[in-house]
């Protein structure tokens, strides 16, 4: 469900702007329109302060963990806190740079071995000349050096490195390296030493920990004054400056609070419902269980104010979509539990995931039973003398069997065509409460002929007997389908315009219906796809039980291997595939537009974070 808005439009004296800005963000109900091109000094500097301090943040909570020493001494919280931080970080991320190319030059070095360069600066003084010199070993072995002389350092399967010394300096035929500055010895001191000093910067760093509470604090602070300078930098002036104006949005239900305040303030206000074209923001009003999946509509995009929100649709299909994917009880088993434990550890600051998570491990664990019978792979209907499974096996109330009608296929396709039918009746309410029945007709013609195909199909060509009365019936609503939507498609056309472009929408009606119906094979495909590979697990398992006493300690590692990689994949197929049909099929029969921008009202925010 999406909030009503309504539109305020404020008049004040220039005189009165600082005062009526901070008033504004006080009450925090009003969404404000600003400016999008407002770039002043202000506001530069305090997106600069917010910048640093998140980073500041981050780099303190990456050091959260490190244990300081005895000695270390927390400092004191001071103004140039974030400045330091930022120092110490490049400080460290120059270490690890200089680090970086030590590592690289050691690297390069390594075949040369730890070179004596006091003695290579004495050969030098002398006027010799020393190359250092890489040829493949047949151009080693073919080249005459004549009187020089050519001591080889190191030979790998076909290169080698070698140093030639000559009196004067020679142009040779090979890949000529760079005189070393430092030895290996030298150069792992270096590496050593910059280690050290990394270390020291990290510990120093770890020392802020205990002021991160006092920054966020601060990065509130700057946030409630970059959006007053951006509040504040957004009216528009009329005459020569001195009477302005600032427009914004806020919930109906705020309306009695926010005209109370004008009022008492004796501001000179207009409150008007939102047109046509506005853009309008979105504040999502669903219930409990509705809100929980507020999360996966907001993957795709908000509803625009103009259309319907479909995230209660999404509460009732996604978890049975997402259960019939992953269509294992065991596997829904351990979603559960682990669902329910993080709800009191690592999830009990996120406890909507953890409610969410726990919601679909109920219904994978409830649908791995009545679909096909699977637990970790086990169909229940293998074991005769399993108790659980003689009692488990009688709620299977969707089998494999390809005889009967509601086998796990095709209720896959059935869950399909009930969710394309319901998008279909969305998109004839959203026409007919914002724009008007008459533009529903084309959409109540697409509901006719899809059911009517439906219809036909299993009557005439599946040979259903239940539902092949009426036959004239069915054949007269595809046709009426057929003809509303020719003449109802597209209302800014003349008729017969309208007519001859009709065939168009047609052709996709009826070929949609075939591709957004066989989109939901996935579900199936997906569920014995985790079943399947479940039993092969097993049966690879049982075969390394049989092989010997140490068979069963590996064997029992394989499993615990084999399902929970299984269980993974499984569960990555079951979140993303049903968003797919959610965001693709039911939302393109459901005429979802999207586009909307949440609600951001202008207030201060007030957290502790002690």
């Not at 974030?82 to 690297?107: D, F, T």
């Not at 999830?347 to 998570?357: C, N, Q, S, V, Y």
């Not at 049909?581 to 009202?601: C, D, I, R, T």
Request: net charge neutral; proline share 3%; hydrophobic share 45%.
């Amino acid at each position: 469900m999406i909030a009503s808005f309504k539109k305020l439009t404020l008049l004040i004296h220039h005189s009165e702007r600082e005062l009526v800005t901070d008033m504004l963000q006080k009450i925090g109900v009003v969404d404000v329109e600003v400016s999008s091109n407002l770039r002043n000094e202000n506001v530069q500097e305090l997106e600069r302060g917010k910048n640093n301090l998140t980073k500041a943040i981050e780099v303190i909570e990456d050091h959260a963990e490190k244990k300081l020493r005895a000695q270390e001494i927390v400092p004191d919280f001071n103004t140039h806190v974030v400045e330091k931080i930022m120092e110490l970080k490049y400080q460290s991320e120059e270490n690890v740079q200089k680090r970086e190319a030590l590592r690289k030059e050691k690297l390069h070095r390594l075949p040369w071995g730890n070179l004596d360069l006091e003695k290579l600066n004495r050969l030098k003084s002398h006027g010799l000349e020393v190359q250092f010199c890489i040829a493949t070993l047949k151009e080693f072995k073919k080249y005459n050096f004549g009187s020089d002389i050519v001591q080889e350092v190191y030979q790998s399967a076909n290169r080698v490195y070698f140093v030639v010394i000559t009196k004067e300096k020679a142009s040779l035929p090979f890949e000529s390296v760079k005189v070393p500055d430092q030895s290996l010895s030298e150069i792992s001191s270096s590496e050593e030493k910059i280690e050290t000093e990394n270390e020291k910067i990290e510990q120093e760093i770890a020392t802020y920990v205990p002021f991160i509470p006092h920054l966020k604090r601060e990065l509130i602070n700057v946030d409630n004054k970059l959006a007053f300078a951006i509040t504040y930098g957004s009216y528009k002036t009329y005459g020569e400056g001195s009477i302005l104006s600032l427009m914004g949005w806020f919930p109906k239900g705020m309306e009695d609070k926010l005209v109370k305040f004008l009022k008492k303030r004796k501001l000179t206000y207009f409150i008007e419902d939102p047109g046509p074209e506005s853009d309008v923001p979105i504040l999502l009003l669903n219930k409990s269980y509705s809100k929980l999946f507020e999360p996966l509509t907001k993957i795709f995009e908000l509803p625009n104010y103009y259309e319907l929100d479909l995230t209660p649709l999404i509460a009732v299909f996604y978890p049975i979509m997402f259960a019939y994917c992953l269509g294992d009880a065991g596997y829904g088993l351990v979603f559960l539990i682990a669902s329910v434990v993080g709800l009191f550890t690592f999830f009990k600051h996120e406890k909507p995931l953890a409610t969410l998570g726990i919601i679909l491990g109920l219904f994978t664990t409830v649908m791995g039973i009545i679909k096909s019978g699977s637990i970790f792979g086990i169909p229940t209907t293998a074991h005769d003398s399993w108790l659980l499974f003689q009692f488990l096996r009688q709620y299977v109330i969707i089998p494999d069997d390809r005889t009967f009608l509601f086998n796990a296929f095709n209720v896959a396709l059935m869950f399909g065509v009930v969710q394309i039918l319901v998008g279909i009746i969305i998109s004839i309410i959203n026409k007919i409460k914002f724009e008007g029945w008459f533009y529903a007709i084309s959409q109540m013609g697409k509901l006719l002929i899809v059911t009517s195909v439906i219809w036909i199909f299993l009557a005439d060509m599946q040979g259903v007997e239940s539902i092949q009365s009426y036959s004239v019936l069915r054949k007269s609503l595809l046709l009426i389908g057929i003809l509303m939507v020719l003449f109802f498609h597209d209302l800014n056309q003349k008729v017969l315009i309208r007519a001859a472009n009709g065939f168009l929408p047609l052709f996709f009606i009826f070929t949609g219906i075939l591709g957004d119906v066989l989109s939901y094979v996935r579900l199936f495909a997906l569920g014995v796809a985790s079943s399947v590979l479940g039993l092969v697990v097993n049966q690879i398992g049982i075969e390394i039980f049989n092989s010997g006493w140490w068979g069963i300690i590996l064997g029992i590692v394989f499993l615990i291997f084999g399902h929970t990689l299984n269980f993974f994949i499984a569960v990555m197929g079951a979140f993303v595939h049903p968003l797919r049909l959610s965001f693709v099929e039911f939302y393109n029969n459901a005429q979802f537009k999207g586009g909307g921008k949440a609600y951001q009202p202008f207030r201060k925010e007030n957290i502790n974070f002690e």
